[in-house]
């Protein structure tokens, strides 16, 4: 299947072509549940026959499962006919005996390992080489610098701490591999848009991956970030289209925003949405999927998934057809932004 494709060449370097779904491999490193390795592959070859050709991952993502699975996935492709991103900014320290793995809770059936910060220029380095390692390629075309964020640092004095580290050293080590040709492009990938606007401000950044903060339930980007990276010629790669889920599962008790469990305020909105979908016929996880591709800087929204099902969801999300009385009318009940872009 020929999935629509977006081409970005910011450098003029030849850029990379971005399939409009990509796939985001968090939950293949058995996030919230297990899932064996022939399961892994067999998301990852349906993803592969439907047409996908970007895929990103993380040391992070079940301690580095994700980029084993990966390995074994990608060891037939030509390299050439994909596009493929890791993250730095975590090195990932065996656990020494009778200590307590990271991320218990969050990703089952993984190796023993602690999670260390470093956005050094040598902690840069390592990150890449270890990576490369586990996944067995001789390359990677994006790299991100991953959790620059309130989110993940816990206030913005601890932010500040590392964003500092990285443009003293890290950057300068990104900067070098992109000069050299080891990479096509750098960025960041993180949870909030304003890191990514404070880093815009301050380097010659490529891309950036921003999960759940420009969609069908958020558009506070558009405030500044986004308009500046649309003058910068700055690509951004949408992750979390779903919000963690709420806008693919609709307002059901249990249901997941952030990573949380939605609270009233998310549930009582996305029912409005929903409202508006159905009237139009038009599934509401259509819409959220395709909402962010409106947008002049998006070359590809990266849903992720743990079964077959999922990915064959996340294709029928990108091929759906929207009308645009829908994005009328979610703006004239004030549920979209009158300055959000909107297909045609």
């Known amino acids: 299947m020929q999935l629509k494709t977006r081409h970005w060449d910011r450098l003029g370097n030849g850029g990379l072509t971005f399939t409009e779904l990509g796939f985001g491999t968090a939950p293949l490193g058995n996030l919230y549940k297990t899932i064996s390795d022939d399961e892994a592959q067999a998301v990852l070859s349906r993803a592969w026959d439907l047409g996908v050709r970007y895929f990103d991952t993380a040391p992070l993502y079940g301690l580095g499962l994700s980029e084993t699975r990966l390995n074994r996935f990608l060891r037939d492709k030509p390299r050439d006919d994909y596009v493929l991103s890791t993250k730095i900014g975590r090195l990932l320290r065996t656990c020494q005996q009778g200590e307590e793995r990271d991320c218990i809770g969050k990703?089952?059936?993984?190796?023993?390992?602690?999670?260390?910060?470093?956005?050094t220029y040598d902690g840069v380095m390592r990150s890449l080489e270890f990576s490369l390692e586990r996944l067995g390629v001789d390359r990677?075309?994006?790299?991100?610098?991953?959790?620059?964020?309130?989110?993940?640092?816990?206030?913005?004095?601890?932010?500040?701490?590392?964003?500092k580290e990285l443009m003293d050293g890290?950057?300068?080590?990104?900067?070098?591999?992109r000069d050299q040709g080891v990479i096509k492009a750098f960025g960041a990938g993180v949870n909030?848009?304003?890191?990514?606007?404070?880093?815009?401000?301050?380097?010659?950044?490529?891309?950036?991956?921003?999960?759940?903060?420009?969609?069908?339930?958020?558009?506070?980007?558009?405030?500044?970030?986004l308009p500046l990276a649309r003058e910068r010629g700055i690509g951004i790669i949408i992750g979390?289209?779903?919000?963690?889920?709420?806008?693919?599962?609709?307002?059901?008790?249990?249901?997941?925003?952030?990573?949380?469990?939605?609270?009233?305020?998310?549930?009582?909105?996305?029912?409005?949405?929903e409202a508006?979908?159905?009237?139009?016929k038009v599934r509401m996880v259509d819409a959220a999927f395709q909402f962010p591709l409106s947008h002049p800087a998006?070359?590809?929204?990266?849903?992720?998934?743990?079964?077959?099902?999922?990915?064959?969801?996340?294709?029928?999300?990108?091929?759906?057809?929207?009308?645009?009385?829908?994005?009328a009318d979610l703006k004239s009940e004030g549920l979209m932004r009158e300055d959000s872009p909107v297909m045609a």
């Not at 990703?107 to 956005?119: G, I, L, N, Q, W």
């Not at 610098?145 to 206030?155: E, K, P, Q, T």
């Not at 609709?250 to 990573?259: D, I, Q």
């Open 298 to 327: 998006v070359v590809s929204v990266i849903p992720g998934g743990q079964g077959v099902w999922e990915v064959e969801a996340n294709l029928a999300a990108a091929t759906a057809k929207i009308p645009p009385t829908l994005w």
């Open 107 to 119: 990703f089952f059936d993984v190796p023993a390992r602690k999670e260390v910060y470093d956005f």
């Open 192 to 225: 909030e848009w304003q890191p990514c606007q404070w880093m815009t401000e301050r380097g010659d950044f490529d891309l950036f991956l921003l999960a759940g903060r420009y969609t069908l339930l958020e558009q506070e980007a558009l405030e500044s970030f």
């Open 140 to 163: 990677v075309d994006i790299l991100f610098a991953h959790d620059l964020d309130i989110f993940n640092h816990g206030s913005q004095e601890a932010l500040d701490v590392k964003l």
């Open 276 to 280: 508006v979908c159905n009237r139009h």
């Open 170 to 177: 890290g950057y300068k080590a990104l900067m070098s591999l």
């Open 240 to 273: 979390g289209p779903y919000n963690s889920g709420v806008l693919a599962t609709g307002p059901k008790p249990g249901a997941f925003y952030n990573y949380d469990p939605a609270p009233q305020h998310i549930l009582d909105q996305v029912a409005r949405i």
